[in-house]
């Protein structure tokens, strides 16, 4: 299996796609409209997102990635020019262009850090310029604009994944066990509260750097010949994270409603592959779907998880 392509198109060579958007139908909609000029949807959608930080941003890096998001944008500035949320798609629309070199990086900071004066508690303008860094469009240090994103939000989801991914791609010639990633991962996820979805990024973090090191050659792209996910660590980082996932009180329908982490079925079916025993084939699905690992824990929520994790698990029992 090759390594996993970059977000927004299929790893599965003609299976599942991932859509950005993943299970929010709401913001697949708003996205449509706003693909056609139609922007006031969008406004009402971040005006009822409020302050959900993780769901804020990740609704204005899809709106982002429209087409022309950045015209768009600039037509809702034109005609609201004190509003943040206008500010705020225009920053990410801009940032992802810049960040695909296909809009002027300076401009796009500039416009990041205008939507930052504009809502100073908002910490997505600030995932913008730390999106910008990632790509290598700016030269500043990933680290600055994650810890201004960790100031206002310290659980922020998508930040946390960013600087382990970038982070993985450090000395991606040879397979070191005490990789910086692998620290970064275990204190994100001992500050976190227990109920974060960060505890899972130690996962991240051996998905990510399998990948830096498949794609610069120092590993195989088949997981399960590489070695890297049969070692004790990976070992015992995969179950630890597996069983912190699978004990949610799916009983309890007011948890489930303050806490929902449902994913996608290939998730589901991960799960059920690594509580049989079958580390690489579990850890080739984490490769598969890559950051919507943990990208959303908002995701799926019409989906009962024990339901489907049964359904996984019966799928993977009986294709053993």
């Given at each position: ?146 810890g201004q994103v960790r100031a206002r939000h310290p659980e922020h989801h998508h930040a946390h994944h960013l600087m382990a991914a970038g982070l993985a791609r450090h000395k991606a010639d040879h397979d070191d066990p005490l990789h910086e990633v692998y620290d970064f991962a275990a204190w ?84 059920a592959k690594l509580h049989e025993g079958r580390l690489a084939e579990a850890a080739a699905l984490l490769i598969r779907i890559g950051p919507h690992v943990t990208r959303a824990p908002w995701s799926y929520p019409d989906r009962d998880p024990a339901q489907a994790y049964r359904a996984a ?8």
């Amino acid at each position: 299996m090759t390594p996993p392509r970059p977000l927004g198109r299929s790893r599965l060579g003609g299976g599942p796609s991932f859509d950005p958007a993943l299970d929010d139908a709401e913001l697949v909609t708003v996205r449509d409209d706003l693909s056609r000029g139609r922007w006031a949807e969008a406004r009402r959608l971040l005006a009822e997102t409020g302050d959900d930080w993780d769901r804020r941003g990740h609704r204005l890096l899809v709106l982002g990635r429209v087409a022309a998001g950045i015209a768009w944008g600039r037509e809702w500035q034109l005609a609201e020019p004190d509003s943040a949320d206008a500010a705020a798609l225009l920053a990410c629309a801009a940032a992802q262009q810049a960040a695909r070199r296909k809009e002027d990086p300076e401009r796009a900071r500039a416009l990041c850090a205008a939507a930052a004066r504009m809502a100073p508690l908002d910490p997505t303008p600030w995932l913008a310029l730390l999106l910008l860094a990632h790509s290598g469009a700016i030269e500043d240090e990933p680290a600055r604009h994650f810890g201004q994103v960790r100031a206002r939000h310290p659980e922020h989801h998508h930040a946390h994944h960013l600087m382990a991914a970038g982070l993985a791609r450090h000395k991606a010639d040879h397979d070191d066990p005490l990789h910086e990633v692998y620290d970064f991962a275990a204190w994100a996820a001992e500050q976190a509260p227990a109920d974060s979805p960060l505890a899972l990024l130690p996962v991240v973090a051996h998905a990510e750097r399998y990948r830096a090191l498949a794609r610069a050659g120092a590993l195989p792209g088949d997981p399960a010949a590489s070695g890297h996910w049969t070692g004790r660590r990976a070992r015992q980082v995969l179950k630890a994270a597996f069983d912190w996932w699978l004990e949610w009180d799916v009983d309890d329908p007011a948890a489930g409603a303050a806490h929902p982490r449902r994913k996608v079925d290939l998730n589901y079916l991960a799960h059920a592959k690594l509580h049989e025993g079958r580390l690489a084939e579990a850890a080739a699905l984490l490769i598969r779907i890559g950051p919507h690992v943990t990208r959303a824990p908002w995701s799926y929520p019409d989906r009962d998880p024990a339901q489907a994790y049964r359904a996984a698990r019966r799928t993977a029992l009986g294709s053993r």
